[in-house]
């Protein structure tokens, strides 16, 4: 599995010396992990990576690398709040991890200057820490289906108690259901990651069992995402054209072979020119990209047993 060392400049994680963790530090370490994969994953088209700012004035790499570090101390908090509340029934916990959010969020903002880097996976990764808690309280297994199930438990009814309801529409994504009726980050996480366990998820595992290469896996995740994934954030700056423009070429590319293609970073590269040019970001498929490669890295946490970890194995999971 592929780890990249700490970005120049940038330290590894604090304690990345020390081997043994308590479960909460290890989850907060896969989720860091998975913010820093996705943005290091090079060129994305439309979003922030190594090559440039993608469809962004506001923020670049060390906008997202900053973002990352000032929300990763959060994501424990969240674990512990699903283990201490493993007992309450699941549609009480949004609650509970949802004061966590708000702080994360502000914690976020002022990393970052008041620029949205992560508020989808602060949602995302909240809600995912949360469960794996919470399923570690219960004793439950630790597999993406039991850890997705208790997700959807979290946020039974979020889209029809936030969503579809009479008032004034106050984010991106209350605008957008209003007007064409998507369910955003609120229904992915209601569905317990869906368009994840169906898309990116078999496609990131299939290609890194096909060639041993976490980045290929990455590109191949990433492509399925933008050919299936309703991300708002394409139709609140490129309207339904937009989304459907990144959802076509995407699905050409993979028609083509996807990872397989001839001259697929080259193809990228042109895809992320048009996305620029276009004003066009899939964010929320960004965030995904992150959910995908945290389910697929689960296993780290499920075969931990509170005995020092090599050194290496550490390393994999810092970034
Ligand atoms: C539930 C909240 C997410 C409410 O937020 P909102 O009502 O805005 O919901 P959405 O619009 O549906 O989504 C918000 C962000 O989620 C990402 N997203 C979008 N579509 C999807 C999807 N189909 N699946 C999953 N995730 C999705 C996306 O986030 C990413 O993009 C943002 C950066 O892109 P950018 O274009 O720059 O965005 P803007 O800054 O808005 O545009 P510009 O001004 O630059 O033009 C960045 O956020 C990425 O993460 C959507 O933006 C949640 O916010 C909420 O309720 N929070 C409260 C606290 C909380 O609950 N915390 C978690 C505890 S469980
Ligand atoms: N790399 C990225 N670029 C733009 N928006 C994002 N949201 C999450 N990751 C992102």
Known sequence: ????????????????????????????????????????????????DRRNS?????????????????????????FLCGMSGHRSPAEHVLAMLRSD???????????????????????????????????HGQGRPLD???????????????????????????????HLFHQYGLTGARGEAASGFQTVRTFSLPAFLAVEAETGSEQLALFAALLALLASNADTNLVARGGPEGLLFVQREAS????????????FMAKMAAFDDALIKRNLSPGGSADLLAVTWFLARLSLFRDHNDKNLPKEEVSDVDA
């Open 144 to 174: 993406v289906q039991t850890i997705c199930d208790e997700v959807a438990g979290i946020c039974r009814d979020l889209v029809e108690r936030e969503l579809d309801r009479a008032g004034e529409a106050t984010t991106a994504g209350e």
């Open 101 to 135: 959010g708000v702080a994360c969020e502000k914690a976020m903002f002022a990393a970052t200057g008041g620029i949205n880097t992560h508020k989808g996976s602060v949602f995302a990764f909240g809600l995912l820490c949360g469960a794996v808690g919470r399923c």
């Open 252 to 263: 050409r590319l993979l028609a083509e072979g996807g990872v397989h293609a001839p001259y």
């Open 1 to 48: 599995m592929g780890f990249y060392p700490p970005p120049p400049g940038r330290r590894a994680w604090p304690g990345g010396e020390s081997c043994s963790f308590h479960h909460q530090e290890l989850v907060a370490r896969l989720a860091h992990g998975a913010l820093i994969r996705e943005v290091l994953l090079t060129p994305k088209p439309g979003l922030v």
């Open 54 to 78: 993608g469809a962004h004035r506001d923020m670049g790499l060390d906008t997202f690398l900053t973002s990352a570090e000032a929300i990763a101390p959060w994501f424990s908090k969240f």
